[in-house]
């Protein structure tokens, strides 16, 4: 016998055939008008910076898909079996190493290469409780310019976006992945252990981070340098202190030189956004060298 889509039954059961993936949104015609103008005006504006728009593929072979992240994307990635060929596909949880593998492949010339894409994003896990599993992502990157130049480009358009998307009282998060990176290599860290302090640092647990550290054999003076990242966060007014606590060295002090170049930037192009610096933050450790920045 049919069900009958009339009976209370029958409508909770119509009900849950309707129900979406956990984390999973669509957008109803006022919010998609909104988000389309948002997605037109940003391109606009990177193409008035001169950044050219990629589209990488929504799904890749896993490998491929997680070159050059060290994995760090892996939990994050939903996979599936390609039925033509039978190989592991993984969907897209982050553009950036997709944009870097198109630059690096496709499009490396002479001169800087600058990108931009925005799209949508799958991840296996939302990245707080309750949050989406599907945000759209934005990005730019500017390739083959070294220089502090480069940094401060990326984060003026960075402000820039938040202004056009209408974001209020922004305050500007400034960290650079040198630093620990060099201070690891010093002290002669294994991976997992340098994964282990990765994450102590990220939640500044300065009593666990100690304990690790008690325990290593690693050159003394590196270790207490890495202990001491975790209470280097403030304003620009922390660089002067990295330089005192810090041991010597040019990986380090070239790091402390950038960022300080890159304050003094900001500052010269009129910006007056607070500016924190945090010298643990190390958010895309596994595939960034050097400066990282947000902001809140």
Do not use: N
Request: negative net charge; aromatic residues 4%.
């Amino acid at each position: 016998m049919a069900d009958d889509p009339s009976a209370p039954e029958g409508r909770a059961v119509d009900a849950r055939r309707w129900l979406l993936p956990e984390g999973i949104e669509e957008l109803l015609p006022a919010e998609a008008a909104r988000i389309e103008a948002l997605r037109r005006d940003l391109l606009d504006l990177y193409a008035s910076w001169g950044y050219e728009l990629v589209v990488p593929p929504f799904v890749e072979h896993l490998e491929t898909l997680l070159t050059g992240t060290g994995h760090a994307l892996e939990p994050h990635t939903l996979k599936l079996t390609d039925p033509l060929s039978g190989r592991v596909l993984g969907i897209r949880a982050d553009m950036t190493p997709q944009v870097a593998r198109i630059e690096a492949r496709r499009l490396r010339g002479e001169g800087p290469v600058r990108l931009c894409y925005l799209g949508t994003v799958l991840r296996a896990r939302p990245e707080w409780p309750g949050g989406t599993r599907s945000p759209l992502q934005v990005g730019c990157e500017l390739y083959g310019h070294a220089g502090v130049e480069a940094d401060l480009e990326v984060v003026l358009l960075m402000l820039e976006t938040l202004g056009a998307a209408g974001v209020p009282q922004v305050h500007l998060d400034l960290g650079h992945v040198g630093i620990f990176r060099a201070l690891a290599r010093r002290a002669g860290l294994d991976g997992d252990t340098e994964e282990t302090l990765f994450e102590l640092l990220q939640r500044k647990a300065r009593p666990e981070l100690a304990a690790v550290l008690a325990g290593l054999d690693g050159e003394r003076a590196a270790l207490e340098a890495i202990a001491a990242l975790a209470g280097l966060h403030g304003g620009p007014e922390v660089l002067d202190e990295a330089r005192r606590v810090l041991p010597a060295g040019p990986e380090v002090e070239d790091a402390l030189a950038r960022l300080a170049a890159l304050v003094e930037g900001l500052a010269r192009h009129g910006r007056r956004e607070p500016v924190h610096v945090d010298l643990a933050e190390l958010r895309g450790y596994r595939y960034h060298t050097g400066i990282v920045f947000g902001a809140f």
